[in-house]
């Protein structure tokens, strides 16, 4: 049985209500003494923006770490970055100067504790200490960030007996388990056990430590779970409140973000606790360059869907930072350095660049300074995310408050191909104007479509503004009676779903077929489909049982949240068959499906 006809508010446009609704909400996440109505400042009202010291930390590119792993990092190449940020960065609107890991460890890697357990700052990488550091960022009117791992670490523990600062009577001892469990992502660490205050006075005081000092950011690396760990000895949730409720009683808006691969499933925790959370594991390569695109990069196009619609005012989806401005040395061509960029600017990531901001080329200048781009990642506009399959050629879109929309071409494939952005997909048809971004050229105006060829790993970013109309659609449901269901395939509840149902159990050979989808005309239909699926899976997709097309459709990040991609589909005039076939794998939950009522 076919459905009634859907020209208004296809699953496309609820869903988008959805989203504007938890975007508009989203503020909700701010730290807790900025929801209390104090006169804190607000946190993360938009992706931040700066320099990070770890790629360069990282590499193994001639010259950088001269003096052995990680030895770049000191006091000198801090404020000779800092300067160079003031000079041509921070117009545009980057801020940030964070230090990361190894300010507290020699050359060899050991580390050095005051009498409190605290981290104490290498002397010879920072012989002034870390506040004339932050003085001298603030003095150029930037803002300065510092990091740690979760934990007590393991060298800090001192037998047991070292004192907790401020907290009489407390001592390392108290502050752990008694087994000594460890904790974060590389075990270098004795899990807090918060279950006596004795912990919480510990991150107290390394909290006023930081805000004494003038930091404005925290990176808390190796939480958990996630950091490639699991189970209860690496579920730092606990962790992440406390250091929260010690960045408050300092009286200081420190930014807090958590790190790294964080698991979704405790998303909720991460934006009541944190202004920003790393998605992924690190984009360096660890190599003798600072990226590498098929080491690490080019995952981010998969791994970003889930997350997207969890990123708003006052925490935002972190993908690691944006190392496009040097060159040989990002070890990317000039197509995968604007991909980089793109996709960092439309999923509204933080912009922090750990290039050497003195050797900035041309290309990397321009990438690194585009107002443009810049503006679609720092306006208060939802992130984009795909509205096509996780196939080699991609799509992503997010629709602007003027009623625009940000349009992203990739071509993720390892030779030059055309990409389409299809009006259909936007929900809109007819003409529209469309302006290149990277370029600052208007294209003109296009119908119903616009394709580009792109060179490998390449892209296009587009402003596109309709002047045309509505896309008026048929909707069929995916559990209607009128379907055929092979297999494992059977309805089952969805509360999200349109219906309240969807089709699961589509594994191994199960099957849903669309058996009554009628068209006027022949021709290559862009059909939208509502899905659900916790990870992104393969369909086969066919019609009249033709000949079937792979899609992967990218993950909508849990079992119960439903987004849609758009697929062609070429069906002829009158009644039609449209099947999703698992083949020998498992693909998507189908809630429905939106057929445009001409092609």
């Not at 930037?142 to 990091?147: M, P, R, V």
Request: glycine share 10%.
């Amino acid at each position: 049985m076919r459905s009634t006809s859907y020209s208004v508010m296809p699953a496309r446009a609820l869903r988008a209500l959805v989203v504007l609704a938890l975007t508009a909400g989203a503020v909700t996440t701010a730290p807790a003494e900025a929801r209390a109505g104090t006169t804190a400042p607000a946190l993360a009202a938009k992706p931040y923006m700066g320099w990070s010291s770890w790629s360069m930390q990282s590499s193994k590119y001639p010259g950088l770490n001269p003096d052995g792993d990680y030895s770049y990092l000191t006091e000198a190449n801090v404020l000779k970055q800092t300067d160079a940020l003031a000079a041509k960065l921070k117009k545009y609107g980057y801020e940030y100067v964070n230090i990361d890991a190894g300010w507290w460890r020699d050359n060899a890697w050991r580390p050095g504790f005051d009498r409190y357990a605290r981290q104490r700052p290498d002397p010879v990488r920072f012989p002034r200490g870390m506040k004339p550091v932050a003085d001298h960022i603030h003095a150029k009117g930037l803002k300065a960030g510092i990091y740690l791992p979760v934990g007590l670490e393991k060298e800090a523990y001192g037998e047991g007996r070292v004192p907790v600062l401020g907290a009489p009577g407390c001592t390392t001892a108290d502050i752990v388990h008694d087994d000594l469990r460890t904790t974060n992502g590389w075990d270098s660490a004795y899990k807090l056990d918060f279950s006596g205050p004795c912990a919480q006075k510990y991150v107290d005081s390394q909290a006023r430590m930081f805000a004494d000092w003038g930091y404005d950011f925290l990176k808390l690396d190796g939480v958990g779970p996630g950091s490639g760990k699991s189970g209860d000895q690496y579920d730092n949730v606990a962790d992440v409140a406390a250091w929260q409720k010690a960045i408050a009683a300092t009286g200081r808006p420190i930014h807090l973000e958590i790190s790294w691969s964080l698991d979704i499933g405790r998303v909720a925790d991460w934006k009541k606790h944190s202004q920003g959370w790393r998605i992924d594991t690190d984009v360096e390569c660890y190599c003798n360059t600072l990226v590498s695109w098929e080491n690490s990069v080019d995952d981010r196009w998969d791994d970003v869907p889930g997350w997207t619609r969890h990123a708003g005012p006052g925490g935002w989806n972190d993908l690691d930072s944006l190392d496009v401005g040097n060159g040989e040395m990002d070890g990317l061509t000039k197509a995968e350095r604007q991909s980089y960029a793109t996709l960092w600017a439309i999923a509204k990531s933080p912009l922090y660049t750990g290039d050497d901001l003195t050797r900035l080329d041309a290309h990397g200048l321009s990438l690194l300074t585009n107002r443009e781009v810049i503006a679609v990642n720092q306006d208060a506009t939802p992130p984009a995310r795909p509205v096509t399959p996780s196939d080699p050629q991609q799509v992503w879109a997010a629709e602007n408050p003027d009623g625009s929309y940000t349009v992203a071409l990739f071509n993720l494939a390892d030779r030059p191909a055309a990409v389409t952005a299809h009006w259909a997909s936007l929900g809109v048809t007819g003409k529209a104007g469309v302006r290149d971004l990277w370029k600052h050229e208007n294209l003109g105006s296009h119908k119903n479509r616009i394709t580009r060829t792109l060179p490998a790993h390449g892209s296009r970013l587009l402003t596109v503004t309709p002047r045309g109309g509505t896309l008026a659609t048929t909707g069929y449901e995916a559990e209607s009676a009128a379907n055929t269901l092979t297999g494992n395939a059977a309805p089952t509840d969805c509360p999200s779903c349109s219906g309240d149902r969807k089709v699961g159990g589509l594994y191994l050979g199960g099957k849903l077929t669309f058996n009554e989808v009628v068209v006027e005309r022949p021709g290559t239909y862009q059909v939208e489909v509502a899905y659900v699926s916790g990870d992104a899976r393969p369909v086969e997709i066919s019609a009249n049982g033709g000949e079937a097309t792979r899609h992967r459709f990218p993950s909508t990040g849990d079992w119960g949240t439903v987004e849609t991609v758009s697929v062609p589909v070429t069906l002829k005039a009158g009644t039609n068959t449209i099947t999703f076939d698992s083949g020998s794998g498992h693909a998507p939950d189908i809630d429905r499906i939106d057929v445009p009522q001409a092609s």
